[in-house]
């Protein structure tokens, strides 16, 4: 079946603009993930949802982020007024279930976002 | 806070070598412990898994034991071929956390013929 997707694969904006990424979960997946991928930093959490909700958003850098989830399916990341040490690659992964025990996460290819 | 500590990269390696790369990890209570690994290009994979204290992970050749005397859990493979060249994330999820996953740096292995 398909994976995890993500779009778009690259963006590049200017500093200031607002940008909108796009996670499309496994199907029935119910635990969505975003992640930030950057030199330096490495891979941090940003922020959880279980279904449509987002209980662990405490990976958020500021409140020029934001992500919602519709139809505990699709997921959108957005960042406001975009500066330069936002380039990174963002990534989202899925489970199926959360709980007590392990569901493995399964990652998207990422979109890249580049800001000029 | 948890955290994971991996050995900086990158790690060359000639075909056929052993491979170590070390992971050591700081939780509160009793973590699960992972090796993902990113080959180029392609998004991040799940290599293997240990839940509890001793139990050994082991996929494709890799292994990696939970050691929690030594808050380690270090990446082994006996002889590494060119298509094993990516990079290897350890990372955690906490017992009682939400899921999330903290990860390593990352160590970028190159394999040479």
């Known amino acids: 079946g398909a994976g995890v997707s993500q779009s778009p694969s690259n963006k590049v904006t200017e500093k200031g603009k607002d940008v909108e990424l796009r996670c499309d979960p496994i199907?029935?997946?119910?635990?969505l993930y975003w992640y930030r991928q950057s030199l330096g930093q490495g891979l941090e959490f940003l922020i959880y949802f279980q279904g449509n909700s987002a209980p662990d958003k405490s990976g958020l850098p500021s409140d020029r982020f934001s992500a919602e989830r519709t139809g505990g399916s699709v997921s959108t990341l957005t960042i406001q007024r975009t500066q330069q040490e936002d380039s990174a690659v963002y990534l989202c992964?899925?489970?199926?279930?959360?709980?007590?025990?392990?569901?493995?996460?399964?990652f998207g290819p990422g979109t890249r976002l580049t800001v000029l | 806070g948890n955290s994971v500590t991996q050995m900086e990269g990158p790690v060359t390696l000639s075909e056929e070598a052993f491979l170590t790369i070390n992971c050591t990890y700081t939780a509160t209570g009793y973590p699960s412990l992972f090796w993902y690994v990113q080959y180029p290009g392609e998004g991040l994979q799940l290599l293997l898994k240990?839940?509890?204290?001793?139990d050994k992970g082991s996929n494709k050749g890799f292994e990696a034991t939970y050691r929690k005397e030594t808050t380690s859990f270090h990446l082994e493979k006996g002889s590494v071929q060119v298509s094993d060249s990516a990079v290897y994330f350890c990372?955690?999820?906490?017992?009682?956390?939400?899921?999330?996953?903290?990860f390593g740096k990352g160590t970028k292995l190159s394999v040479k013929p």
């Open positions: 199907s029935g997946h119910t635990a």
């Open positions: 992964a899925s489970s199926l279930v959360r709980g007590s025990s392990y569901n493995e996460q399964f």
């Open positions: 990372a955690l999820r906490d017992g009682g956390s939400q899921g999330n996953l903290i």
């Open positions: 240990a839940t509890k204290a001793d």
